[in-house]
């Protein structure tokens, strides 16, 4: 019995070296945590004033996309690219957000665009796209990050 009581015993006191764990650095918590986010997607969406109200994330995004389409359409409108180019329905335009809530509009043509005087058209977009109303940035973990995304603006022909 005394033998098994010492044999015990010394397990133990050997034993409590594999129990202890060692705290993780504070360099190392933080490579787990920017391992563990997923940079591709944001937490909030870029929002505007009309769309603050909603609750539900789905409903506030399709939200900002219809605003923002609809607002792009309006502006380009009241322009002459559907008499200038009336074979010209849709265009694809490359909305960037900046952290700063400053917005940038590029159009993107496809490689085979020679029909079409792209540079007349970036400028008419440029000079119409001006003055749009006050976008709130996307949001990830709570600081204001760099979007980007492509829309497809319909031309209206009248």
């Given at each position: 019995?005394?033998?098994?009581?010492?044999?015990?015993?010394l397990?133990?006191?050997?034993?409590?070296?594999?129990?202890?764990?060692?705290?993780?650095?504070?360099?190392?918590?933080?490579?787990?945590?920017?391992?563990?986010?997923?940079?591709?997607?944001?937490?909030?969406?870029?929002?505007?004033?009309?769309?603050?109200?909603?609750?539900?994330a789905?409903?506030?995004?399709?939200?900002?996309?219809?605003?923002?389409?609809?607002?792009?359409?309006?502006?380009?409108?009241?322009?002459?690219?559907?008499?200038?180019?009336p074979?010209?329905?849709?265009?694809?335009?490359?909305?960037?957000?900046?952290?700063?809530?400053?917005?940038?509009?590029?159009?993107?043509?496809?490689?085979?665009?020679?029909?079409?005087?792209?540079?007349?058209?970036?400028?008419?977009?440029?000079?119409?796209?001006?003055?749009?109303?006050?976008?709130?940035?996307?949001?990830?973990?709570?600081?204001?990050?760099?979007?980007?995304?492509?829309?497809?603006?319909?031309?209206?022909?009248?």
């Amino acid at each position: 019995m005394k033998k098994a009581l010492a044999l015990l015993l010394l397990t133990f006191s050997f034993s409590c070296q594999y129990l202890e764990k060692k705290a993780p650095s504070e360099q190392e918590l933080l490579n787990q945590q920017i391992k563990e986010i997923n940079w591709k997607e944001v937490d909030e969406y870029p929002s505007v004033a009309d769309c603050e109200k909603l609750t539900d994330a789905a409903q506030r995004k399709q939200c900002f996309f219809d605003f923002l389409t609809a607002t792009i359409e309006q502006k380009l409108a009241i322009d002459t690219l559907a008499t200038m180019f009336p074979k010209l329905d849709t265009i694809e335009v490359r909305v960037t957000i900046l952290p700063d809530a400053t917005l940038e509009f590029n159009p993107e043509f496809p490689k085979d665009s020679v029909a079409y005087d792209t540079i007349k058209i970036d400028s008419i977009l440029r000079a119409r796209l001006i003055g749009f109303p006050k976008v709130n940035p996307a949001l990830k973990r709570g600081i204001p990050v760099k979007t980007q995304f492509v829309l497809p603006v319909i031309i209206k022909q009248e």
